[in-house]
Structure formats: C-alpha cells, structure tokens
C-alpha cells in the first residue's frame, strides 16, 4: 500500500515508518549530493592535478 491510496490509514506506526524513511532518504541524498558536486567542483578546479606519478 502506498500512502496516496485511500485505503491508507495515518496510524502512529505509519507515522513513524514514513517518517523514519524520509529522513533515511534525505540523509543519504544530500550525502550523495554533496559527493557529486565536490567531484564537479574539484574537476574544474583542475584540483588534484599532480596526482598522476606517471
């Protein structure tokens, strides 16, 4: 069940379970967000050039 139906019934539990999921969700997407803009960031920033040991 998803909570657009209109079978879904707003219980405490339900409450917590969706809550505790888009929190879950939220962390790890601007997590994600984070990672890749600091990867974007640092690419055109030429930063971390000298690296290569070739």
Known sequence: MFP???EW???M???V???GLWYALT???LGLT???GKAFYDT???KGKDDHHH
Do not use: K, T
């Open 4 to 6: 657009f139906c209109f």
């Open 9 to 11: 019934i707003w219980d």
């Open 13 to 15: 539990s339900h409450m």
């Open 17 to 19: 379970f969706m809550g």
């Open 27 to 29: 962390i790890m997407g």
């Open 34 to 36: 984070y990672c890749i």
């Open 44 to 46: 055109y920033m030429n």
